[in-house]
């Protein structure tokens, strides 16, 4: 389940299904393409997800701790994009939307594209349930239209690499100028992923999708600067997203984690061990 909030999920998850995404390269080489061909992954990926939104995934994530996880995502995510009231945003890979229904109070409209159809069913009953009107959820890779902000949470790094190199310059022509898009995915270098393949492979490798694998933000971002982006990333979190995903019922602890995650990260050393990174990337710049 990849899932970053979810047992040994992106957090804490590793990637030990193919070498080469523990090779060590330079950190443009690392998003060359896969050997998968990117409609196997989207099979792969199709079939993964219908199973995990078939009742796990939704219980996993109304628990104390992962609930106390979204509240702050979606706080860090209306800050970093500067969303607001009369911002259209996008949602790609919006898996149940929870997110995104934390969202929709504070902007015009959100809309949240997913392959899974079962995700899509679960966020159209939660928006109905909580009588959420400018959240819309459609099944597939995009929602055609223009939006002042596109959001990718946890969604970049279940891509082909081939699919990930086009989708920068896919974002930058439904963004309006000045539009902002806001991911976040685990990194390669993460501290809690070498503890995690460590202390609970199997774990980890369970709730993992075969073609997800964590990202180095250089090379990321690089992506985004030549399809005409300017780029900045960030560290979200040290311990505390691996944490909400082993304990999801300790709300507590999460916020203890949170807050010592944000004394941790003020230390260069750590940030570079952290365990997701936020890319940041303006529509403004220039088609390199
Ligand atoms: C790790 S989950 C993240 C879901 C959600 N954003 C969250 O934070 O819980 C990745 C999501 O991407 C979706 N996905 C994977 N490949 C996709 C693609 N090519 N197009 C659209 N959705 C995709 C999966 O169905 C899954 O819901």
Same mark, same amino acid.
């Given at each position: ?116 159809? $079962?995700?899509? @069913?679960?966020?159209? =009953?939660? %928006?109905?349930?909580?009588?959420? /009107?400018? &959240?819309? !959820? +459609? #099944? ?69 999708? $075969?073609?997800? @694998?964590?990202?180095? =933000?250089? %090379?990321?971002?690089?992506?985004? /600067?030549? &399809?005409? !982006? +300017? #780029? ?57």
């Amino acid at each position: 389940m990849s899932a970053d909030t979810v047992p040994g999920g992106n957090d804490v998850s590793g990637g030990e299904n193919r070498g080469v995404r523990e090779r060590r390269e330079p950190a443009e080489s690392r998003l060359q393409p896969r050997l998968a061909a990117p409609q196997d992954v989207l099979h792969r990926e199709l079939a993964y997800h219908e199973k995990l939104y078939s009742g796990f995934a939704q219980a996993h994530f109304a628990r104390p701790a992962v609930r106390a996880l979204r509240a702050h995502m979606a706080q860090r995510i209306l800050r970093m994009t500067g969303a607001g009231a009369n911002s259209r945003v996008l949602s790609l890979g919006c898996g149940i939307g929870d997110t995104e229904l934390l969202l929709a109070p504070h902007v015009r409209e959100i809309v949240g594209a997913d392959l899974s159809p $079962a995700a899509i @069913r679960q966020a159209r =009953a939660d %928006a109905e349930r909580l009588g959420i /009107r400018n &959240a819309r !959820f +459609e #099944v597939g890779s995009e929602a055609p239209g223009r939006y002042d902000a596109a959001i990718a949470i946890f969604f970049l790094h279940h891509l082909a690499d081939a699919a990930l190199a086009e989708l920068p310059g896919k974002i930058r022509a439904c963004l309006e100028p000045g539009g902002v898009f806001y991911s976040l995915d685990p990194s390669r270098d993460r501290l809690s992923g070498v503890v995690g393949r460590r202390l609970i492979p199997g774990l980890m490798k369970k709730y993992q999708t $075969a073609d997800e @694998r964590e990202m180095e =933000a250089a %090379a990321t971002a690089g992506l985004f /600067r030549r &399809a005409g !982006f +300017e #780029v900045r990333t960030e560290v979200y979190d040290f311990g505390s997203s691996p944490l909400a995903g082993l304990l999801p019922g300790w709300r507590f602890g999460y916020r203890v984690a949170r807050a010592l995650d944000d004394v941790l990260l003020r230390s260069a050393a750590l940030r570079r061990r952290g365990s997701n990174f936020e890319l940041v990337a303006t529509h403004g710049g220039r088609v390199v």
